[in-house]
Protein backbone atom coordinates (compact mmCIF):
# COMPACT_ATOMS: atom_id res chain seq x y z
CA UNK A 1 0.00 0.00 0.00
CA UNK A 2 1.50 2.94 -1.11
CA UNK A 3 1.44 6.16 1.40
CA UNK A 4 -0.42 8.95 0.12
CA UNK A 5 -0.70 12.27 2.02
CA UNK A 6 -3.55 14.68 2.25
CA UNK A 7 -3.10 18.22 1.47
CA UNK A 8 -0.78 17.37 -1.44
CA UNK A 9 -1.52 17.69 -5.86
CA UNK A 10 -0.47 14.64 -7.55
CA UNK A 11 -0.50 14.51 -11.67
CA UNK A 12 -1.06 11.36 -13.53
CA UNK A 13 2.74 10.94 -14.26
CA UNK A 14 3.64 10.21 -10.34
CA UNK A 15 4.60 13.48 -9.48
CA UNK A 16 3.37 15.49 -6.63
CA UNK A 17 3.51 19.46 -5.61
CA UNK A 18 3.53 20.34 -2.16
CA UNK A 19 2.21 24.60 -1.58
CA UNK A 20 3.48 26.54 0.77
CA UNK A 21 2.67 30.28 -0.14
CA UNK A 22 4.12 31.09 -3.79
CA UNK A 23 6.30 27.98 -3.86
CA UNK A 24 5.94 24.56 -4.60
CA UNK A 25 7.70 21.20 -3.82
CA UNK A 26 8.06 18.74 -6.56
CA UNK A 27 8.70 15.32 -6.37
CA UNK A 28 7.71 11.89 -7.37
CA UNK A 29 5.01 9.79 -5.44
CA UNK A 30 5.51 6.54 -3.01
CA UNK A 31 3.43 4.52 -5.89
CA UNK A 32 6.38 6.18 -8.55
CA UNK A 33 9.34 5.32 -6.32
CA UNK A 34 8.17 1.66 -5.73
CA UNK A 35 7.78 1.10 -9.05
CA UNK A 36 10.85 2.26 -10.08
CA UNK A 37 13.36 0.61 -7.76
CA UNK A 38 16.10 1.52 -6.05
CA UNK A 39 16.54 5.28 -7.56
CA UNK A 40 20.51 5.71 -8.77
CA UNK A 41 20.27 8.69 -10.31
CA UNK A 42 17.91 12.09 -10.31
CA UNK A 43 18.86 14.62 -13.51
CA UNK A 44 17.53 17.78 -11.76
CA UNK A 45 17.19 21.48 -13.92
CA UNK A 46 19.24 24.50 -12.43
CA UNK A 47 18.43 27.40 -10.22
CA UNK A 48 16.50 29.85 -12.35
CA UNK A 49 15.28 27.66 -15.23
CA UNK A 50 11.94 27.74 -16.27
CA UNK A 51 9.42 24.76 -15.81
CA UNK A 52 6.35 24.09 -17.36
CA UNK A 53 2.85 22.15 -16.74
CA UNK A 54 2.72 19.07 -18.17
CA UNK A 55 6.22 19.67 -19.01
CA UNK A 56 9.62 17.10 -18.58
CA UNK A 57 11.77 19.12 -16.09
CA UNK A 58 14.39 16.14 -15.53
CA UNK A 59 14.59 12.70 -15.37
CA UNK A 60 14.96 9.90 -12.66
CA UNK A 61 17.09 6.49 -12.97
CA UNK A 62 16.77 3.23 -11.28
CA UNK A 63 17.99 0.11 -11.69
CA UNK A 64 14.95 -0.67 -13.58
CA UNK A 65 14.63 2.21 -16.35
CA UNK A 66 15.02 5.92 -16.87
CA UNK A 67 11.65 7.45 -16.65
CA UNK A 68 11.18 11.50 -17.65
CA UNK A 69 9.95 13.87 -14.47
CA UNK A 70 7.13 15.86 -15.70
CA UNK A 71 6.29 19.32 -13.79
CA UNK A 72 2.93 19.50 -12.12
CA UNK A 73 3.20 23.09 -12.32
CA UNK A 74 4.29 26.60 -14.11
CA UNK A 75 7.20 28.32 -13.08
CA UNK A 76 10.53 29.34 -11.67
CA UNK A 77 13.06 26.72 -9.95
CA UNK A 78 14.37 28.51 -6.85
CA UNK A 79 16.23 25.50 -5.78
CA UNK A 80 17.20 21.82 -6.32
CA UNK A 81 17.48 19.47 -3.78
CA UNK A 82 21.16 18.95 -3.99
CA UNK A 83 21.39 16.03 -1.40
CA UNK A 84 20.19 13.69 -4.07
CA UNK A 85 23.42 14.11 -6.25
CA UNK A 86 24.72 12.39 -3.28
CA UNK A 87 22.21 10.38 -2.08
CA UNK A 88 19.85 9.37 -4.65
CA UNK A 89 18.46 6.45 -2.67
CA UNK A 90 16.94 9.50 -0.31
CA UNK A 91 14.16 9.21 -2.86
CA UNK A 92 12.77 5.40 -2.00
CA UNK A 93 13.85 6.36 1.88
CA UNK A 94 11.04 9.36 1.77
CA UNK A 95 9.90 10.10 -1.36
CA UNK A 96 7.73 13.25 0.52
CA UNK A 97 10.21 14.64 3.02
CA UNK A 98 13.02 14.85 -0.39
CA UNK A 99 11.41 16.71 -2.78
CA UNK A 100 13.33 16.80 -6.01
CA UNK A 101 12.94 20.76 -7.07
CA UNK A 102 11.26 23.62 -5.44
CA UNK A 103 9.26 25.81 -7.74
CA UNK A 104 7.98 29.62 -7.70
CA UNK A 105 4.63 29.02 -9.36
CA UNK A 106 3.53 31.31 -12.04
CA UNK A 107 0.05 30.18 -12.30
CA UNK A 108 -1.28 28.97 -9.08
CA UNK A 109 -4.64 28.06 -10.81
CA UNK A 110 -2.90 25.08 -12.54
CA UNK A 111 -3.67 23.13 -9.34
CA UNK A 112 -7.24 22.83 -10.02
CA UNK A 113 -6.13 20.78 -12.78
CA UNK A 114 -4.46 18.17 -10.70
CA UNK A 115 -5.72 15.48 -8.32
CA UNK A 116 -5.87 15.75 -4.13
CA UNK A 117 -4.92 12.57 -2.12
CA UNK A 118 -8.12 10.61 -2.77
CA UNK A 119 -8.34 11.22 -6.47
CA UNK A 120 -4.78 9.98 -6.87
CA UNK A 121 -5.70 7.08 -4.28
CA UNK A 122 -8.32 6.20 -6.66
CA UNK A 123 -6.28 6.86 -9.95
CA UNK A 124 -3.37 4.13 -8.89
CA UNK A 125 -6.05 1.47 -8.08
CA UNK A 126 -5.19 1.46 -4.08
CA UNK B 1 32.65 -30.13 -15.48
CA UNK B 2 34.79 -27.62 -13.53
CA UNK B 3 32.73 -26.00 -10.58
CA UNK B 4 35.30 -24.02 -9.39
CA UNK B 5 34.45 -20.36 -9.94
CA UNK B 6 37.35 -18.28 -11.48
CA UNK B 7 37.53 -15.14 -10.59
CA UNK B 8 40.86 -13.44 -10.99
CA UNK B 9 41.82 -10.33 -12.70
CA UNK B 10 44.59 -10.18 -14.98
CA UNK B 11 46.36 -7.65 -13.17
CA UNK B 12 46.34 -9.74 -10.26
CA UNK B 13 48.59 -12.70 -11.96
CA UNK B 14 51.01 -9.75 -12.72
CA UNK B 15 55.02 -10.27 -11.34
CA UNK B 16 57.59 -7.31 -12.10
CA UNK B 17 59.62 -8.24 -15.01
CA UNK B 18 58.09 -11.81 -16.04
CA UNK B 19 56.99 -11.49 -19.94
CA UNK B 20 55.74 -13.71 -23.03
CA UNK B 21 57.41 -12.69 -25.53
CA UNK B 22 60.40 -10.45 -27.05
CA UNK B 23 60.59 -8.11 -29.86
CA UNK B 24 63.05 -7.85 -32.62
CA UNK B 25 65.27 -5.47 -32.84
CA UNK B 26 63.94 -1.83 -33.61
CA UNK B 27 64.75 -0.78 -37.52
CA UNK B 28 62.99 2.47 -37.19
CA UNK B 29 64.70 5.52 -35.81
CA UNK B 30 63.93 6.32 -32.49
CA UNK B 31 61.23 8.84 -32.38
CA UNK B 32 62.36 12.12 -30.93
CA UNK B 33 59.80 12.81 -28.25
CA UNK B 34 61.43 16.27 -26.96
CA UNK B 35 59.61 17.46 -30.62
CA UNK B 36 55.70 16.03 -29.35
CA UNK B 37 53.42 18.80 -27.32
CA UNK B 38 54.81 17.95 -23.58
CA UNK B 39 50.86 18.08 -22.44
CA UNK B 40 50.41 14.77 -24.62
CA UNK B 41 53.00 12.80 -23.19
CA UNK B 42 52.54 10.13 -20.56
CA UNK B 43 54.30 10.86 -17.35
CA UNK B 44 54.35 7.50 -16.04
CA UNK B 45 54.39 4.00 -17.26
CA UNK B 46 51.26 2.59 -17.83
CA UNK B 47 49.83 0.21 -15.58
CA UNK B 48 50.38 -3.04 -17.49
CA UNK B 49 49.77 -6.84 -16.53
CA UNK B 50 53.04 -8.43 -16.71
CA UNK B 51 52.66 -11.93 -17.84
CA UNK B 52 53.76 -15.42 -19.02
CA UNK B 53 52.33 -16.81 -22.35
CA UNK B 54 51.16 -20.09 -20.31
CA UNK B 55 49.32 -17.83 -17.49
CA UNK B 56 47.53 -15.77 -20.25
CA UNK B 57 46.15 -19.00 -22.16
CA UNK B 58 44.65 -20.17 -19.00
CA UNK B 59 43.71 -16.87 -17.70
CA UNK B 60 41.50 -16.52 -20.73
CA UNK B 61 40.55 -20.31 -20.70
CA UNK B 62 39.40 -20.39 -17.34
CA UNK B 63 37.34 -17.21 -17.57
CA UNK B 64 35.71 -18.25 -21.04
CA UNK B 65 34.38 -21.09 -18.56
CA UNK B 66 32.29 -18.85 -16.78
CA UNK B 67 30.41 -17.89 -20.01
CA UNK B 68 27.30 -18.81 -20.45
CA UNK B 69 26.14 -18.86 -23.87
CA UNK B 70 23.51 -20.02 -26.93
CA UNK B 71 26.46 -23.01 -27.37
CA UNK B 72 26.07 -23.97 -23.65
CA UNK B 73 22.22 -23.61 -22.91
CA UNK B 74 18.42 -22.16 -23.83
CA UNK B 75 18.80 -18.37 -23.49
CA UNK B 76 15.41 -17.04 -24.56
CA UNK B 77 16.27 -13.23 -24.18
CA UNK B 78 13.54 -11.47 -25.66
CA UNK B 79 14.22 -8.96 -28.35
CA UNK B 80 17.71 -10.26 -28.84
CA UNK B 81 16.97 -13.38 -31.11
CA UNK B 82 19.44 -15.48 -29.66
CA UNK B 83 20.05 -17.79 -32.52
CA UNK B 84 22.07 -20.68 -32.94
CA UNK B 85 25.24 -19.52 -34.82
CA UNK B 86 26.12 -22.36 -36.96
CA UNK B 87 29.99 -23.24 -37.11
CA UNK B 88 29.83 -23.55 -41.11
CA UNK B 89 30.07 -19.72 -40.25
CA UNK B 90 33.21 -19.58 -38.75
CA UNK B 91 34.48 -22.46 -40.91
CA UNK B 92 34.03 -20.51 -44.17
CA UNK B 93 34.93 -16.56 -42.49
CA UNK B 94 37.86 -18.23 -40.91
CA UNK B 95 39.88 -19.41 -44.36
CA UNK B 96 42.65 -17.72 -45.24
CA UNK B 97 41.57 -15.81 -48.54
CA UNK B 98 39.20 -14.70 -46.29
CA UNK B 99 40.83 -13.90 -43.31
CA UNK B 100 44.03 -12.72 -44.43
CA UNK B 101 42.77 -9.91 -46.07
CA UNK B 102 44.12 -6.14 -45.54
CA UNK B 103 41.47 -3.20 -45.94
CA UNK B 104 43.99 -1.30 -48.32
CA UNK B 105 44.44 -4.37 -50.88
CA UNK B 106 44.04 -3.47 -54.38
CA UNK B 107 40.87 -4.05 -55.51
CA UNK B 108 41.77 -6.39 -58.45
CA UNK B 109 43.20 -8.86 -55.17
CA UNK B 110 40.15 -8.58 -53.08
CA UNK B 111 37.23 -9.31 -56.43
CA UNK B 112 35.96 -12.51 -54.30
CA UNK B 113 35.42 -10.42 -51.05
CA UNK B 114 33.84 -7.65 -53.03
CA UNK B 115 31.40 -10.49 -54.20
CA UNK B 116 30.66 -11.37 -51.29
CA UNK B 117 29.56 -8.22 -49.94
CA UNK B 118 27.86 -6.78 -53.34
CA UNK B 119 25.87 -10.46 -53.01
CA UNK B 120 24.48 -9.42 -49.60
CA UNK B 121 23.33 -6.45 -50.32
CA UNK B 122 21.57 -7.52 -53.02
CA UNK B 123 20.25 -10.69 -51.14
CA UNK B 124 19.29 -8.54 -48.22
CA UNK B 125 17.70 -6.02 -50.83
CA UNK B 126 15.60 -8.95 -52.08
CA UNK B 127 14.55 -10.10 -48.52
CA UNK B 128 13.66 -6.66 -47.35
CA UNK B 129 11.83 -5.00 -50.64
CA UNK B 130 14.09 -2.55 -50.73
CA UNK B 131 16.65 -0.94 -53.29
CA UNK B 132 19.96 -0.88 -52.54
CA UNK B 133 21.60 -1.94 -49.05
CA UNK B 134 24.83 -0.34 -46.93
CA UNK B 135 26.92 -2.77 -44.95
CA UNK B 136 28.98 -0.75 -43.62
CA UNK B 137 27.49 0.18 -39.87
CA UNK B 138 28.82 -1.90 -37.20
CA UNK B 139 25.59 -2.55 -35.19
CA UNK B 140 21.88 -1.94 -35.20
CA UNK B 141 22.10 1.24 -33.45
CA UNK B 142 24.84 2.56 -35.85
CA UNK B 143 22.34 1.41 -38.47
CA UNK B 144 19.52 3.70 -36.63
CA UNK B 145 21.74 6.61 -37.12
CA UNK B 146 22.90 6.16 -40.17
CA UNK B 147 19.18 5.59 -41.40
CA UNK B 148 18.35 8.63 -39.65
CA UNK B 149 21.23 11.01 -41.32
CA UNK B 150 19.35 9.28 -44.89
CA UNK B 151 16.11 10.53 -43.88
CA UNK B 152 17.37 14.11 -42.89
CA UNK B 153 19.76 14.40 -46.13
CA UNK B 154 16.65 13.40 -48.17
CA UNK B 155 14.80 16.44 -46.85
CA UNK B 156 17.62 18.87 -46.80
CA UNK B 157 17.86 18.17 -49.94
CA UNK B 158 14.35 19.34 -51.39
CA UNK B 159 15.48 22.78 -49.06
CA UNK B 160 12.69 21.09 -46.04
CA UNK B 161 14.43 22.17 -43.06
CA UNK B 162 12.06 22.16 -40.96
CA UNK B 163 11.20 18.23 -40.43
CA UNK B 164 13.51 18.09 -37.04
CA UNK B 165 10.94 15.35 -35.64
CA UNK B 166 10.30 11.69 -35.16
CA UNK B 167 8.00 9.42 -34.10
CA UNK B 168 8.70 6.71 -32.07
CA UNK B 169 5.98 3.96 -30.45
CA UNK B 170 6.10 4.21 -26.60
CA UNK B 171 6.72 0.48 -27.16
CA UNK B 172 9.93 1.10 -29.38
CA UNK B 173 12.99 -0.15 -28.36
CA UNK B 174 15.45 2.52 -26.44
CA UNK B 175 18.36 3.24 -29.17
CA UNK B 176 14.72 4.41 -31.69
CA UNK B 177 14.80 7.89 -29.07
CA UNK B 178 18.41 7.75 -28.43
CA UNK B 179 19.07 7.35 -31.98
CA UNK B 180 17.02 10.16 -32.94
CA UNK B 181 18.42 12.55 -30.15
CA UNK B 182 22.08 11.77 -31.42
CA UNK B 183 21.21 12.74 -34.65
CA UNK B 184 19.48 16.55 -33.70
CA UNK B 185 16.16 15.18 -34.38
CA UNK B 186 13.08 15.60 -31.65
CA UNK B 187 11.23 12.90 -30.20
CA UNK B 188 7.40 12.54 -30.50
CA UNK B 189 5.83 9.58 -28.63
CA UNK B 190 2.70 8.08 -30.07
CA UNK B 191 0.75 5.74 -27.43
CA UNK B 192 -0.07 1.99 -27.84
CA UNK B 193 -3.45 1.01 -27.76
CA UNK B 194 -4.61 -1.79 -25.46
CA UNK B 195 -3.77 -4.45 -27.48
CA UNK B 196 -0.38 -3.54 -28.28
CA UNK B 197 -0.59 -1.29 -31.42
CA UNK B 198 0.11 1.91 -32.16
CA UNK B 199 -3.01 4.16 -31.80
CA UNK B 200 -3.96 5.83 -35.26
CA UNK B 201 -6.02 8.34 -33.30
CA UNK B 202 -3.09 9.42 -31.30
CA UNK B 203 -1.31 9.23 -34.47
CA UNK B 204 -2.93 11.43 -36.33
CA UNK B 205 -2.94 15.14 -34.52
CA UNK B 206 0.83 14.45 -34.22
CA UNK B 207 1.48 14.64 -37.88
CA UNK B 208 2.24 17.81 -39.91
CA UNK B 209 4.85 19.66 -41.99
CA UNK B 210 7.61 19.23 -39.34
CA UNK B 211 7.67 15.44 -39.02
CA UNK B 212 10.93 14.14 -40.96
CA UNK B 213 9.79 10.01 -40.53
CA UNK B 214 8.43 7.80 -38.23
CA UNK B 215 9.98 4.79 -36.66
CA UNK B 216 8.80 1.73 -35.83
CA UNK B 217 9.55 -2.12 -34.87
CA UNK B 218 6.92 -4.76 -36.47
CA UNK B 219 6.00 -7.06 -35.10
CA UNK B 220 6.75 -4.54 -32.44
CA UNK B 221 8.83 -5.47 -29.07
CA UNK B 222 5.44 -7.33 -27.48
CA UNK B 223 5.52 -9.23 -30.43
CA UNK B 224 1.90 -8.55 -31.70
CA UNK B 225 1.90 -7.98 -36.04
CA UNK B 226 0.98 -3.92 -36.73
CA UNK B 227 -1.95 -4.66 -38.31
CA UNK B 228 -2.60 -0.85 -39.18
CA UNK B 229 1.38 -0.44 -41.21
CA UNK B 230 -0.47 0.34 -44.36
CA UNK B 231 -3.02 3.11 -42.90
CA UNK B 232 0.03 4.61 -40.83
CA UNK B 233 2.36 4.79 -43.73
CA UNK B 234 -0.09 5.97 -45.79
CA UNK B 235 -0.76 8.85 -43.15
CA UNK B 236 3.09 9.34 -42.68
CA UNK B 237 4.24 10.11 -46.12
CA UNK B 238 0.73 12.27 -46.77
CA UNK B 239 2.41 14.27 -44.20
CA UNK B 240 5.57 14.11 -46.13
CA UNK B 241 7.51 12.35 -43.98
CA UNK B 242 9.22 8.99 -44.17
CA UNK B 243 8.99 5.61 -42.33
CA UNK B 244 11.64 4.05 -41.12
CA UNK B 245 12.00 0.48 -40.12
CA UNK B 246 13.88 -0.82 -36.68
CA UNK B 247 15.11 -4.56 -38.22
CA UNK B 248 15.37 -5.75 -34.34
CA UNK B 249 12.40 -8.11 -35.39
CA UNK B 250 12.93 -9.10 -38.66
CA UNK B 251 12.95 -12.36 -37.66
CA UNK B 252 9.21 -14.12 -38.06
CA UNK B 253 8.88 -12.09 -41.45
CA UNK B 254 11.77 -13.24 -43.37
CA UNK B 255 10.59 -14.99 -46.49
CA UNK B 256 7.21 -14.54 -45.95
CA UNK B 257 6.73 -10.51 -45.13
CA UNK B 258 8.47 -7.20 -46.35
CA UNK B 259 9.09 -4.05 -44.38
CA UNK B 260 9.75 -2.20 -48.60
CA UNK B 261 6.02 -3.79 -49.57
CA UNK B 262 4.60 -2.54 -46.25
CA UNK B 263 6.11 0.95 -46.96
CA UNK B 264 8.81 1.58 -45.31
CA UNK B 265 11.60 3.88 -46.91
CA UNK B 266 14.21 3.48 -44.75
CA UNK B 267 15.46 0.19 -42.41
CA UNK B 268 18.28 -1.41 -40.72
CA UNK B 269 18.95 -5.24 -39.74
CA UNK B 270 21.10 -6.37 -37.03
CA UNK B 271 22.84 -9.59 -38.75
CA UNK B 272 23.68 -10.69 -35.15
CA UNK B 273 19.77 -11.18 -34.73
CA UNK B 274 18.25 -12.36 -37.94
CA UNK B 275 21.51 -13.97 -39.56
CA UNK B 276 22.84 -15.79 -37.00
CA UNK B 277 26.01 -14.00 -36.45
CA UNK B 278 27.26 -13.98 -32.96
CA UNK B 279 25.83 -11.58 -30.86
CA UNK B 280 26.58 -9.50 -27.72
CA UNK B 281 29.62 -10.48 -26.13
CA UNK B 282 30.28 -12.76 -28.80
CA UNK B 283 30.04 -9.94 -31.47
CA UNK B 284 31.03 -7.52 -33.31
CA UNK B 285 27.82 -6.91 -34.76
CA UNK B 286 26.63 -5.35 -38.03
CA UNK B 287 23.56 -3.21 -39.11
CA UNK B 288 23.25 -2.91 -42.54
CA UNK B 289 20.86 -0.21 -43.88
CA UNK B 290 18.32 -0.29 -47.33
CA UNK B 291 16.92 2.58 -48.82
CA UNK B 292 14.10 2.57 -51.35
CA UNK B 293 14.40 3.07 -54.68
CA UNK B 294 15.04 6.81 -54.82
CA UNK B 295 16.81 7.60 -52.35
CA UNK B 296 20.27 5.41 -53.18
CA UNK B 297 22.01 8.42 -53.58
CA UNK B 298 21.79 8.88 -49.85
CA UNK B 299 23.21 5.61 -48.98
CA UNK B 300 26.93 6.55 -47.42
CA UNK B 301 30.69 6.24 -48.62
CA UNK B 302 32.35 3.87 -49.97
CA UNK B 303 30.10 1.59 -52.05
CA UNK B 304 30.45 -1.91 -53.97
CA UNK B 305 29.43 -1.27 -57.84
CA UNK B 306 29.30 -4.51 -60.10
CA UNK B 307 30.22 -3.34 -63.86
CA UNK B 308 29.57 -6.25 -66.27
CA UNK B 309 30.40 -6.56 -70.20
CA UNK B 310 29.31 -9.71 -72.40
CA UNK B 311 31.63 -11.62 -71.04
CA UNK B 312 32.92 -10.22 -67.65
CA UNK B 313 32.47 -8.61 -64.79
CA UNK B 314 33.85 -6.97 -62.01
CA UNK B 315 33.87 -5.37 -58.24
CA UNK B 316 34.95 -1.85 -57.15
CA UNK B 317 35.08 0.14 -54.50
CA UNK B 318 33.53 3.76 -55.21
CA UNK B 319 33.29 6.98 -53.23
CA UNK B 320 30.11 9.34 -54.26
CA UNK B 321 29.36 12.67 -53.40
CA UNK B 322 26.51 11.29 -51.04
CA UNK B 323 26.29 13.82 -48.54
CA UNK B 324 26.92 11.45 -45.42
CA UNK B 325 30.02 11.04 -46.36
CA UNK B 326 31.62 8.15 -44.42
CA UNK B 327 29.68 6.24 -41.30
CA UNK B 328 32.45 3.65 -40.88
CA UNK B 329 36.13 2.83 -41.94
CA UNK B 330 36.08 1.00 -44.98
CA UNK B 331 33.43 -1.65 -45.79
CA UNK B 332 32.38 -2.52 -41.94
CA UNK B 333 32.53 -5.64 -39.91
CA UNK B 334 33.94 -7.99 -43.18
CA UNK B 335 34.08 -11.06 -41.35
CA UNK B 336 30.56 -10.91 -40.07
CA UNK B 337 29.12 -10.04 -43.66
CA UNK B 338 30.64 -13.05 -44.28
CA UNK B 339 29.11 -15.12 -41.79
CA UNK B 340 25.21 -14.08 -42.48
CA UNK B 341 25.67 -14.54 -46.32
CA UNK B 342 27.26 -17.95 -45.76
CA UNK B 343 23.97 -18.33 -43.47
CA UNK B 344 21.47 -16.99 -46.18
CA UNK B 345 23.39 -19.70 -48.44
CA UNK B 346 23.48 -22.33 -46.38
CA UNK B 347 19.30 -21.96 -45.66
CA UNK B 348 18.44 -21.03 -49.35
CA UNK B 349 15.02 -19.38 -50.25
CA UNK B 350 12.76 -22.11 -49.26
CA UNK B 351 14.52 -22.47 -45.81
CA UNK B 352 14.63 -19.31 -44.74
CA UNK B 353 10.63 -18.76 -45.01
CA UNK B 354 10.33 -21.84 -42.49
CA UNK B 355 12.66 -19.74 -39.95
CA UNK B 356 9.88 -17.39 -39.15
CA UNK B 357 6.81 -19.76 -38.43
CA UNK B 358 9.09 -22.12 -36.53
CA UNK B 359 10.33 -19.16 -34.60
CA UNK B 360 6.83 -18.20 -34.10
CA UNK B 361 5.25 -21.76 -33.09
CA UNK B 362 8.08 -22.07 -30.52
CA UNK B 363 6.98 -18.84 -28.67
CA UNK B 364 3.21 -19.16 -28.99
CA UNK B 365 3.87 -23.08 -27.66
CA UNK B 366 5.43 -21.19 -24.82
CA UNK B 367 3.22 -18.62 -24.14
CA UNK B 368 0.00 -21.38 -24.51
CA UNK B 369 1.98 -23.38 -21.91
CA UNK B 370 2.62 -20.98 -19.24
CA UNK B 371 -0.76 -18.85 -19.43
CA UNK B 372 -1.68 -20.43 -16.23
CA UNK B 373 0.93 -19.44 -14.00
CA UNK B 374 1.99 -15.91 -15.88
CA UNK B 375 0.23 -13.12 -16.33
CA UNK B 376 -0.77 -12.65 -19.93
CA UNK B 377 -1.89 -9.30 -20.93
CA UNK B 378 -1.92 -9.50 -24.67
CA UNK B 379 -4.16 -12.87 -25.62
CA UNK B 380 -3.87 -14.23 -28.89
CA UNK B 381 -1.73 -15.71 -31.45
CA UNK B 382 2.01 -13.49 -30.98
CA UNK B 383 4.62 -13.70 -33.56
CA UNK B 384 8.51 -14.81 -32.39
CA UNK B 385 7.98 -13.43 -29.05
CA UNK B 386 5.69 -12.57 -26.57
CA UNK B 387 5.67 -10.36 -22.99
CA UNK B 388 4.44 -11.75 -19.46
CA UNK B 389 3.32 -9.13 -16.85
CA UNK B 390 4.63 -11.13 -14.04
CA UNK B 391 3.56 -14.08 -11.87
CA UNK B 392 -0.71 -14.49 -12.04
CA UNK B 393 -0.59 -14.51 -8.18
CA UNK B 394 1.51 -11.66 -7.18
CA UNK B 395 0.30 -11.90 -3.69
CA UNK B 396 3.48 -13.66 -2.25
CA UNK B 397 5.65 -10.29 -3.46
CA UNK B 398 7.81 -12.23 -5.78
CA UNK B 399 8.43 -10.41 -8.70
CA UNK B 400 9.69 -10.74 -12.33
CA UNK B 401 13.48 -9.83 -11.00
CA UNK B 402 13.32 -13.13 -8.67
CA UNK B 403 11.74 -15.15 -11.07
CA UNK B 404 14.59 -14.29 -13.58
CA UNK B 405 17.29 -14.84 -10.79
CA UNK B 406 15.42 -18.11 -9.77
CA UNK B 407 15.72 -19.53 -13.76
CA UNK B 408 19.49 -19.18 -13.08
CA UNK B 409 19.55 -22.00 -10.79
CA UNK B 410 18.12 -24.05 -13.39
CA UNK B 411 20.38 -23.45 -16.06
CA UNK B 412 18.89 -21.32 -18.23
CA UNK B 413 19.83 -17.63 -19.26
CA UNK B 414 16.53 -15.08 -18.08
CA UNK B 415 14.50 -13.67 -20.44
CA UNK B 416 14.08 -9.75 -21.16
CA UNK B 417 12.94 -8.11 -18.12
CA UNK B 418 11.15 -4.89 -17.17
CA UNK B 419 11.08 -3.99 -20.63
CA UNK B 420 9.10 -3.10 -22.70
CA UNK B 421 8.15 -0.49 -20.24
CA UNK B 422 4.35 -0.59 -20.97
CA UNK B 423 3.67 -3.49 -18.45
CA UNK B 424 5.50 -3.07 -14.49
CA UNK B 425 6.34 -7.06 -14.36
CA UNK B 426 7.21 -7.29 -18.05
CA UNK B 427 9.42 -10.99 -19.21
CA UNK B 428 10.05 -11.22 -22.73
CA UNK B 429 10.39 -14.18 -24.37
CA UNK B 430 12.09 -15.08 -27.59
CA UNK B 431 13.01 -18.70 -27.86
CA UNK B 432 13.92 -18.76 -31.46
CA UNK B 433 13.00 -21.27 -34.24
CA UNK B 434 16.78 -23.57 -33.43
CA UNK B 435 14.74 -24.90 -30.23
CA UNK B 436 13.67 -28.54 -29.59
CA UNK B 437 10.87 -28.97 -28.05
CA UNK B 438 12.43 -30.85 -25.42
CA UNK B 439 14.34 -27.65 -24.40
CA UNK B 440 10.62 -26.24 -24.83
CA UNK B 441 9.60 -28.60 -22.51
CA UNK B 442 11.92 -28.22 -20.05
CA UNK B 443 12.07 -24.66 -19.72
CA UNK B 444 8.04 -24.58 -19.87
CA UNK B 445 8.52 -27.14 -16.45
CA UNK B 446 10.93 -25.16 -14.68
CA UNK B 447 9.03 -22.15 -14.94
CA UNK B 448 6.17 -23.92 -13.54
CA UNK B 449 7.70 -24.90 -10.78
CA UNK B 450 8.88 -21.60 -9.93
CA UNK B 451 5.85 -20.43 -10.04
CA UNK B 452 4.40 -22.98 -7.72
CA UNK B 453 7.49 -22.27 -5.55
CA UNK B 454 6.63 -18.47 -5.65
CA UNK B 455 3.16 -19.74 -4.40
CA UNK B 456 4.66 -22.36 -1.49
CA UNK B 457 7.89 -20.93 -0.41
CA UNK B 458 8.34 -17.33 -1.64
CA UNK B 459 11.75 -16.82 0.41
CA UNK B 460 13.54 -19.05 -1.96
CA UNK B 461 13.12 -17.45 -5.19
CA UNK B 462 13.11 -14.03 -3.36
CA UNK B 463 16.88 -15.24 -2.46
CA UNK B 464 17.89 -16.54 -5.59
CA UNK B 465 19.82 -17.49 -7.13
CA UNK B 466 21.73 -20.14 -5.14
CA UNK B 467 23.26 -22.56 -6.86
CA UNK B 468 25.39 -19.79 -8.90
CA UNK B 469 28.89 -19.01 -8.21
CA UNK B 470 28.22 -15.73 -7.16
CA UNK B 471 24.69 -14.78 -5.30
CA UNK B 472 22.74 -12.11 -5.81
CA UNK B 473 24.38 -9.03 -7.23
CA UNK B 474 23.72 -5.44 -5.80
CA UNK B 475 22.90 -3.83 -9.20
CA UNK B 476 22.15 -0.51 -7.14
CA UNK B 477 25.64 -0.38 -5.92
CA UNK B 478 27.54 -1.33 -9.35
CA UNK B 479 25.10 1.83 -10.45
CA UNK B 480 26.40 4.24 -8.08
CA UNK B 481 29.87 3.12 -6.92
CA UNK B 482 31.20 1.70 -10.76
CA UNK B 483 34.18 0.38 -10.86
CA UNK B 484 35.69 -0.03 -14.09
CA UNK B 485 39.32 -0.09 -13.98
CA UNK B 486 42.13 -2.15 -12.09
CA UNK B 487 43.94 1.05 -10.68
CA UNK B 488 39.89 2.33 -9.50
CA UNK B 489 39.71 -1.33 -7.60
CA UNK B 490 43.06 -0.89 -6.15
CA UNK B 491 41.74 2.80 -5.08
CA UNK B 492 38.47 1.31 -3.82
CA UNK B 493 40.66 -1.09 -1.64
CA UNK B 494 42.72 0.88 0.38
Redesign the interface.
Known sequence: MSKIIDGLFYSESHEYVKIEGEFGYVGITDYAQH?LG?V??VDMPEVDDEVEAGQEFGAV?S???ASDLNSPVSGTVVEVNEALDDE??LVNKDPYANWIIKVQLSDASELDSLMNAEAYKNFIGE | MNNQYYSKLIFELSHEGRRGYSLPDNEFKEYDLASMPQNLLRQQEPDLPQVDELTVVRHYTNMSNNNFGVDTGFYPLGSCTMKYNPKINEEICAMPAFSGLHPLQQENTVQGALEVYYNLQRSLAEISGLSEFTLNPYAGAHGELTGLMIMRSYHMSRNDSKRTKVIVPDSAHGTNPASAAVCGLEVVVVKSRPDGTVDVDDLQPLLGDDIAGMMMTNPNTLGIFEHDIAKIAQLVHDCGGLMYYDGANLNPMLGKCRPGDLGFDIMHINLHKTFSTPHGGGGPGSGPVGVRAGLEQFLPNPRVKRTEGDDWYQYSIENTDSALGSISSFLGNFAVIMRAYTYILTLGRENLAQVGPLATLNANYIKESLKDCYELPLKGVCKHEFVFDGLKDKSTGVTTLDVAKRLLDYGFHAPTI??P?LF?EAMMIEPTENESKETLDAFIEVMRKIAHEAATDPELVKSAPHHTPVRRLD??KA??KQIVTFAELRQAEL
Request: aromatic content about 16%.
Open positions: ENVYEVKAPG | YFLHDTAL
